[in-house]
């Protein structure tokens, strides 16, 4: 197994920390703080698709640290540029990593996972995983993400991969008193000092990052590659300088112009908010059939009207969606579901109940470009309801949507456990959903088909639903909830 180290003597539910030396580099006895691991990244230059490539990163807890080197063969690593040094007092290094090798950080402790370009086998999605640390939730005895962390960890997975949401501690909903852009619309934005405006005693945290995410996932990031999909918690007006200064998949490195993938300074004004930084899908192309198609939504208001020309955007990039697909089939992993409905009851009209089925961006851009998802798209996988929901259509053409908010925020509800949806962007539907914490298992076959559990992390037998794509062309379910 892999293993990540921390550097320092602190500790965090679920967890337990190790203490090494940093770089020889280091003053002598000096301890840091670090965390290793490696992103899937699409390898042309433009950051679409291309090759399978993967980025090791390095995150040391003191800035101006030299970056360290990967052996065998003591590689170089480079610095990634730091968005803001007084807030992100830390050092972030990277490296292209080898596919089909196992490497490791010279001087800290530090194994980093094997990559494979095949399909792969084992995979574990994880979604909204942060936590509020306010009246509404207790990180410290009502936060599961590192319990659940360390259970998907067991399972060694081939894959990783995060529907967005990672930080919440730091991304509150106001800033002195006036209202975050968080995708939609804001009637009032007149604060002297906005959220990464770049004099705002406000900005993007790695402390937040720290303790939301890095801590907790340590033993995940240990076992597999990432992918990473970024949340509306990482809009640029919340903690998107972290995103993509630590998560972007894309660098310099592979040939990518950086100021595609960075946020702009957010300066104070009216609203729109209107500095907005929109990441083209990629597709992560694995041998023997699967692409994976990752599309940053977190700019799609969950609103009928966007604020800004998030729909035409939007329209432009479905419509080059099957230009991406490279292998037999695809999934699409993205923040905010394009089917999504929140119910509270057995049955529910979409098209007369405003803000209740998601996400009508989406639903625009799709029907103005292809009228539907390619063919070839046989599983959209999304968050940000906080909760597990199995969309299912009853007409042919359309795939079944999974929803895996569960990874550690407070849930969203109460839930209905079978529910039927009109009029669900021009379709009917129904599906499953249940408000419990988990992370889901997936086992991928080398013909596409694929069976799925989410599991609550108490142990490895707790089986909140099993899934599958045969359960779904037999019985017009895609989910079955266990009632465990």
């Known amino acids: 197994m892999a293993m990540t180290r921390w550097l320092v003597a602190v500790s965090v539910v679920g967890v337990a920390l190790g203490m090494v030396t940093s770089p020889a580099s280091a003053a002598p006895g000096k ?3 670090a965390y290793g691991y490696v992103v899937l990244a699409p390898g042309s230059s433009d950051g679409s698709s291309g090759p399978l490539q993967a980025l090791a990163r390095v995150v040391i807890a003191a800035p101006s640290e030299p970056c360290p080197k990967l052996s065998p063969g003591h590689r170089p690593m480079t610095p990634r540029t730091n968005p803001n040094p007084t807030t992100f007092a830390v050092t972030v290094c990277e490296a292209v990593y080898p596919i089909g090798e196992s490497l490791h950080v010279d001087g800290l402790g530090i194994t980093l996972p094997k990559v494979s370009s095949k399909q792969p086998e084992k995979i574990i999605v994880v979604g909204d995983t942060g936590c509020l640390n306010n009246s509404d939730q207790d990180c410290k005895t009502e936060w599961p993400f590192p319990a659940l962390a360390k259970a998907a960890a067991s399972l060694h997975p081939d894959l990783v991969i995060h529907l967005g949401d990672y930080n919440y501690r730091g991304t509150p909903r106001t800033v002195n ?57 990482e809009l640029c007006s919340q903690a998107g300088p972290g995103y993509f200064f630590f998560l972007d998949p894309h660098s310099t490195l592979l040939g990518q112009d950086p100021a595609l993938f960075q946020c702009p300074a957010q300066v104070n004004g009216s609203a729109p908010f209107p500095n907005l930084t929109f990441v083209a899908p990629y597709a992560l192309p694995f041998d023997k059939g699967l692409s994976l198609v990752v599309m940053d939504s977190a ?12 729909l035409a955007i939007y329209t432009a990039q479905f419509a080059g969606l099957p230009d991406l697909i490279q ?13 999504g409905v929140r119910v509270n009851q057995p049955s529910v009209d979409c098209a007369a109940s405003s803000g209740t089925c998601l996400n009508a961006v989406l639903h625009e851009a799709i029907q103005a470009s292809l009228g539907e998802l390619p063919p070839a798209v046989t599983l959209p996988l999304a968050g940000h309801m906080h909760l597990f929901e199995a969309v299912n259509f009853d007409t042919v053409g359309r795939p079944p949507q999974l929803v895996i908010g569960t990874g550690g925020v407070a849930l969203a509800g109460t839930s209905v456990t079978d529910f039927t949806a009109d009029n669900l962007d021009g379709q009917d539907a129904h599906g499953v959903q249940l408000n419990d914490f988990g992370f889901f298992e997936i086992h ?21 639903a099993d899934c599958g794509s045969k359960e779904f062309s037999k019985s017009g379910s895609v989910c079955k909830l266990t009632g465990k």
């Open 31 to 33: 301890k840091l703080e």
């Open 177 to 233: 008193g006036q209202q975050v852009y968080n995708g939609c619309a804001v009637t009032s934005y007149v604060s002297q000092n906005p959220e990464n405006d770049p004099g705002s005693t406000s900005w993007d945290r790695w402390e937040n990052w720290r303790d939301d995410f890095f801590r907790a996932a340590a033993p995940l990031l240990e076992e597999a590659p990432w992918v990473f999909t970024r949340g509306n918690h």
């Open 299 to 310: 700019n799609a208001c969950d609103n009928p009207t966007p604020v800004t020309n998030a």
């Open 327 to 339: 292998g037999q089939y695809a999934w699409l992993a993205t923040h905010r579901p394009i089917w």
């Open 444 to 464: 991928l076959h080398h013909d596409g088909q694929w069976k799925g559990r989410l599991l609550d992390g108490k142990h490895r037998g707790d089986v909140l």
